[in-house]
């Protein structure tokens, strides 16, 4: 059990580029969530999955953002034409069916848009 | 809808000292609590977690928190800090039962620990 993994760990890009963000869960965990922590500011719920189903996303989720999880097992979360208050860190966070509640973080994936 | 409010985003306390660290949540059906650590440029640490079970939770590193559902209280505490516990922690609610548990968060507090 390596813990979970997200990739890149740092991502600068400029405004109007696209970004795409990778998670990989604990193995056999069935839920992924993806959460955004701005400085300041506790974690976010964006959205989340159970296998490879989006079952629920925030408001917080505009139409540039969308989230995948297309086998169940990695998921990619990518936002399209970032803006400047796209900047913060990208939290993935996995949980394993028979302990639903209980939540493992990836490192995270900081992006900062100039 | 759930929510956490954690009082003092900065809390200061000399090495051996007590830690108090305090969250208070809103919840409309009966919550499952949790605190997590975080260390620079981290990700989150589990320390402790609240499911209704016993209302005295015991954690890693030392760390308990007491749920007391008549002050809508889930303070964490430590008897003796160590410079390891500087950190900025994190108090969490969600909903028990069926569902997404997608967790809410408080904004967080920073512990420093002074030699």
């Known amino acids: 059990d390596t813990g979970v993994s997200q990739n890149p760990r740092h991502k600068i890009t400029k405004r109007g580029q696209n970004v795409t963000f990778r998670c990989d869960p604990i193995s056999e965990h069935n839920r992924l969530y993806w959460y955004r922590q701005t400085l300041g500011q506790g974690p976010e719920f964006l959205t989340y999955?159970?296998?490879?189903?989006?079952?629920?996303k925030s408001r917080l989720l505009s139409d540039r953002f969308s989230a995948e999880r297309p086998k169940g097992s990695f998921s990619t979360l990518e936002i399209q034409r970032t803006e400047q208050g796209d900047s913060a860190m990208y939290l993935c966070?996995?949980?394993?069916?028979?302990?639903?509640?209980?939540?493992?973080f990836g490192p995270g994936t900081r992006l900062t848009v100039t | 809808a759930q929510s956490v409010t954690q009082l003092g985003s900065h809390v200061s306390v000399s090495e051996g000292a007590l830690v108090l660290l305090r969250c208070n949540y809103s919840?409309?059906?009966?919550?499952?609590l949790f605190w997590y650590v975080q260390y620079p440029n981290q990700g989150l640490q589990l320390l402790l977690k609240?499911?209704?079970?016993?209302?005295l939770v015991k954690g890693i590193n030392g760390f308990e928190a007491e749920f007391k559902k008549s002050e809508t209280s889930f303070h964490l505490t430590k008897p003796s800090a160590h410079m390891s516990d500087a950190a900025e922690y994190f108090c969490?609610?969600?909903?028990?039962?069926?569902?997404?548990?997608?967790?809410?968060f408080g904004k967080g507090t920073k512990l420093s620990v002074i030699p």
């Open positions: 999955f159970q296998n490879e189903a989006q079952l629920e």
């Open positions: 966070a996995s949980a394993a069916r028979d302990i639903p509640y209980e939540q493992y």
């Open positions: 609240y499911t209704s079970a016993a209302t």
């Open positions: 969490a609610v969600t909903p028990s039962g069926a569902g997404s548990y997608q967790l809410t």
């Open positions: 919840s409309s059906v009966p919550p499952y």
